[in-house]
C-alpha cells in the first residue's frame, strides 16, 4: 500500500476527544476513571497511527498528561504516614487542573453549540428570496456539510469494531503481498458499490475483504469522499450503525 495522510482538520483538538470519551462513558467529568479513558484514548491513538492519520503533536502530548496522572493516582498517599499535626492536609488531585480544562472547553464549546442552533433557527427567517450562495461558502464549510451527526470520532471507533469482529471470524496469516490498493480505485468501488445499492449502504458492508491494507485503504477512501462531498455518512443514535449515502449529484453522475 503506498503511503498516504491524512489530516485531522475534523478533529479539534485532545481536549474534544477526551470530552468524546467521557461522554461516551457517562462519568462524571469531575471524577474520570483515568485508567480506563487513558487505555481508551491510547487506542485511539493506536488506531489514528495505523491508519496513517497525521496525528498533531498536542495529542502525544496529552497521552503523556494522561499517564503522568494514571502513574500519580497508583502511588500510595504518604499523608498516612505524616504526624497527626500534618493530617489535615491533603494533596491535589492530580487530575484538577485536567478536569479544569475540560469543564472550560465544555462551556465554550456548548455556547458554540447553542448559537450554531440559533444561526439555524435564523436562517428559516428571510426578508427576501432565498439566492444561491454557494459562490460564498468555503472549502471547509462545504466539507465539514459532508458529515451529519458522526464525527470523526465515531468513524474511527465503527473502524475499531469492524476489526475485531473480523480478527473474530478469520484466522490470523502471516503472509507477505506485494500488490498494491490505489485509494483512488477504491474510492470509485465505494461509489460503484452504493450505486448498485441505491446510494446506501452500512458501513461495515463496504469492508467484505478481509485483507488488512485493503481494509485500511477502504477507510482512507471514504473518509476522502466525506472529504469531497460524493458521500454523507448518517447516524440515528449513538452507537447505532453508520450509514453511509451517495449524494444527489453523484447519483446523476452515475
Known amino acids: 500500500m503506498s503511503s498516504y495522510q491524512v489530516k ?3 478533529f479539534e483538538g485532545p481536549l474534544d ?3 468524546h470519551l467521557i461522554n461516551q462513558a457517562e462519568v462524571d467529568i469531575y471524577d474520570i476513571p483515568v485508567s480506563q479513558i487513558t487505555e481508551q484514548y491510547l487506542s485511539y491513538i493506536h488506531t489514528m497511527q495505523e491508519i496513517q492519520l497525521d496525528i498533531a503533536s498536542e495529542y502525544l502530548v496529552m497521552a503523556a498528561t494522561l499517564l503522568a496522572i494514571k502513574s500519580k493516582m497508583l502511588l ?3 499523608s498516612v504516614e505524616m504526624e497527626e499535626e500534618f493530617l489535615d492536609y491533603e494533596d491535589d488531585d492530580p487530575r484538577d487542573e485536567l478536569v479544569s480544562r475540560l469543564v472550560e472547553y465544555r462551556k465554550y464549546k456548548e455556547a458554540a453549540q447553542e448559537l450554531k442552533e440559533k444561526e439555524e433557527q435564523r436562517s428559516f427567517i428571510h426578508t427576501r428570496a432565498a439566492e444561491d450562495l454557494d459562490q460564498y461558502i468555503s472549502h471547509d464549510e462545504k466539507r465539514d456539510a459532508s458529515i451529519q451527526g458522526v464525527s470523526l470520532f465515531d468513524m ?5 469494531k469492524m476489526l475485531r469482529r473480523k480478527s473474530l471470524k478469520i ?3 502471516r503472509t507477505v503481498r506485494s500488490q498494491e490498493y490505489s485509494i483512488e480505485d477504491r474510492m470509485n468501488q465505494v461509489i460503484d458499490v452504493l450505486s448498485q445499492r441505491n446510494g446506501t449502504c452500512r458501513f461495515e458492508e463496504l469492508f467484505e475483504v478481509a485483507e488488512k491494507p485493503q481494509i485500511v485503504v477502504t477507510f482512507l477512501a471514504i473518509l476522502e469522499l466525506m472529504k469531497t462531498r460524493a458521500i454523507i455518512c448518517t447516524q440515528s443514535h449513538n452507537f447505532a450503525d453508520i450509514l453511509i449515502c451517495q449524494m444527489e449529484e453523484e447519483k446523476s453522475d452515475g
Open 8 to 10: 485531522l482538520d475534523r
Open 76 to 78: 500510595p498517599n504518604p
Open 156 to 160: 474511527l471507533s465503527a473502524y475499531q
Open 171 to 173: 484466522p490470523q496469516t
Open 17 to 19: 476527544l477526551l470530552l
